[in-house]
């Protein structure tokens, strides 16, 4: 799929903000403060929406493996605001751990660690392996485990790349510090286990972020 047009009237981005799905962590949120199912209905028409319009690998939303890391996030922080609700809709919580078991496939296939120079991309991908993986342990523990040493391993070797000693990212820029602090905390926080613990140096960079 040629996804970037370069004119006036179309912007990818416009599409994949939308498919991050993190509107849906606020609409969690709602439900979980009021009770009220408009909030739990919204959520769950909103995810077999974006699943029936865009099949595994079929779509733009698959292009970039950025987006399917941080959407995979946003979709499994929904489940653990709702998982009261979703265990008694079975049919839903079999839908929400197929998405994230693809998703999770997708990103371990599609690693954007393309060159030396790696980038917020490659932190995104290892977030989202990390979060998904552990999300789904049950299914095949020692596989999963794997897959979440690897990415631990790898977020603890590019954050001695990517941010400098005063907390810095080597990008320069306010937007991606703010963006890989999210990614990075995210991680630490969703991701770490007594098993798979990051590094004190790992935590140090985060405050000095």
Request: glycine share 2%; proline share 0%.
């Given at each position: 799929?040629?996804y970037?047009?370069?004119?006036?009237?179309?912007d990818v981005?416009?599409?994949?903000?939308?498919?991050r799905?993190?509107?849906?962590?606020?609409?969690?949120?709602?439900?979980?403060?009021?009770l009220d199912?408009?909030?739990?209905k919204f959520?769950?028409?909103s995810?077999v929406?974006?699943?029936?319009?865009?099949p595994y690998?079929y779509?733009?939303?698959w292009?970039?493996?950025?987006?399917?890391?941080?959407?995979?996030?946003n979709?499994?922080?929904c489940y653990?605001?709702?998982?009261?609700?979703?265990y008694?809709?079975?049919?839903?919580?079999?839908?929400?751990k197929?998405?994230?078991?693809?998703?999770?496939?997708h990103?371990?296939?599609n690693?954007?660690?393309?060159?030396e120079?790696?980038?917020?991309?490659?932190?995104?991908?290892?977030?989202?392996l990390l979060?998904?993986s552990?999300?789904l342990?049950?299914k095949?523990?020692?596989?999963?485990?794997k897959?979440?040493?690897?990415?631990?391993?790898?977020?603890?070797?590019e954050?001695d790349?990517?941010?400098?000693d005063?907390?810095?990212?080597?990008?320069?820029s306010?937007?991606y510090?703010?963006?890989?602090?999210?990614?990075?905390?995210f991680?630490?926080?969703?991701?770490?286990?007594?098993?798979?613990?990051?590094?004190?140096?790992?935590i140090?960079?985060?405050?000095?972020?």
């Amino acid at each position: 799929i040629k996804y970037i047009v370069r004119d006036d009237k179309t912007d990818v981005k416009n599409v994949w903000e939308l498919s991050r799905l993190q509107h849906l962590v606020t609409v969690s949120k709602a439900y979980v403060i009021t009770l009220d199912e408009k909030f739990y209905k919204f959520v769950r028409e909103s995810i077999v929406s974006w699943i029936t319009s865009n099949p595994y690998g079929y779509s733009v939303n698959w292009t970039c493996n950025m987006e399917v890391a941080i959407r995979v996030v946003n979709v499994i922080l929904c489940y653990e605001l709702l998982k009261e609700r979703i265990y008694k809709d079975n049919e839903f919580e079999i839908i929400i751990k197929t998405m994230v078991y693809y998703h999770c496939k997708h990103i371990s296939e599609n690693l954007e660690n393309y060159s030396e120079l790696r980038n917020n991309h490659y932190l995104a991908n290892l977030m989202g392996l990390l979060i998904s993986s552990k999300f789904l342990e049950e299914k095949n523990k020692s596989y999963y485990e794997k897959l979440q040493k690897f990415a631990k391993f790898e977020m603890q070797n590019e954050i001695d790349k990517q941010i400098y000693d005063d907390g810095v990212t080597y990008e320069v820029s306010t937007g991606y510090q703010k963006l890989v602090y999210e990614i990075l905390l995210f991680s630490i926080v969703l991701g770490e286990t007594e098993e798979n613990k990051f590094d004190i140096k790992y935590i140090h960079k985060l405050y000095d972020m």
